[in-house]
């Protein structure tokens, strides 16, 4: 049985954020090992595939065309270029590429058919693939799911009430349709946020209460924190404290038991110890890769040390939420399987032995 709860309050989340930290931890880390192997953790790589000269106004990114910043603006990158980053990531150990553009939404045309060749080209790669590309018509998040896209991000960012603090080219609900967008397709959703861009703790918990209410809850929670870069209207801020990440991962994990919380920005502040902590609470997923779009990140070889020293496994492509009524299948669901011997996404097809170990995997 589900007992997935999408009504809790800001009340309810803060009290959890604020627990002393052992009883946090032991209670995240519980939640954790109840619906995820806490050795395994995803591996995934995040490609820039158009940077910079984005039309909006976040206040964290460097890719917002108004702010003097000094990366390198990039066209959309060419099909053959990201097969072999792909391809790159994958020997490396990833299991998941997510493709991201800096627009304020997808538009009909040449563009968006080369990323959907894109996408065609990753998934024949055995390989999950995400896109992060603005917002997007209920049309588009079809045509992406008929290539074969597994997931698409749409970051919250933070609170609806701390939302126009942070950008002001678009609203709070502008965000939620889209992600109801993709809901109206098969592709999972990837939704999360950043902390330490001046937010209040309320903000935090507010952000958690509209990620956890959508139902379904995202399948992918990316925790961000800020990485503050010169020229952006925050480069001042200063960095939070670990202390606030493995709270902030710990809590997500509590309200969101099946999601895939994911370390995102921010991991090159972060030592190997505080990034232990985050697994123990619950964080299941790393970028990996020296850039994150545009911001440092920790080299592939040193993440493969930490997880070597750690005793972490990099999980397998698809071995979670491949179909969201999958993952939570009852054994009379995956009989059923047996009349109907395959289920299938677009480019793929998993046998029934393999359906029955995922699903061992996700319920141990
Ligand atoms: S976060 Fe995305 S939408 Fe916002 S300015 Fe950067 S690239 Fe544009």
Known sequence: MNNTRHDWTKEEILNIYNKPLMELLYEAATVHRKHHDPNTVQVSTLLSIKTGGCSEDCGYCPQA?????????????SVSHVKAQALRAKESGSSRVCMGAAWRNVKDGPEFDQVLEMVRTINKLDMEVCCTLGMLTENQAKRLAEAGLYAYNHNLD?????????????????????????????????????IGMGEKLEDRAGMLVA???????????????????????????????????????????????ETQVRLSAGRTQMSREGQALCFFAGANSIFAGDKLLTTPNPDVNEDMEMFALLGLNSQKPFEKHDQPETVEASDSALQGLGEKPKWTRPGHTIERNEAAKAKSKIVQ
């Not at 065309?65 to 990158?77: G, S, V």
């Not at 889209?178 to 592709?187: A, G, H, L, P, Q």
């Not at 952006?232 to 710990?250: C, G, K, N, Q, Y």
């Open 158 to 194: 933070t609170s609806e009430d701390y939302y126009k603090d942070v950008i002001s080219t678009r609203a709070f609900e502008d965000r939620l349709e889209t992600i109801d967008n993709v809901r109206k397709s098969n592709v999972t959703v990837c939704s999360g946020g950043i």
């Open 65 to 77: 065309a108004r702010y003097h910043t000094d990366i390198e603006k990039n066209d959309l990158m």
């Open 211 to 257: 990620l956890s209410s959508l139902n379904p809850q995202p399948e992918s929670v990316p925790i961000n924190t800020l990485v503050a870069v010169e020229g952006t209207p925050m480069e001042d801020i200063e960095p939070v404290a670990i202390w606030d990440m493995v709270r902030m991962v710990a809590t997500t994990r509590i309200v969101m038991p």
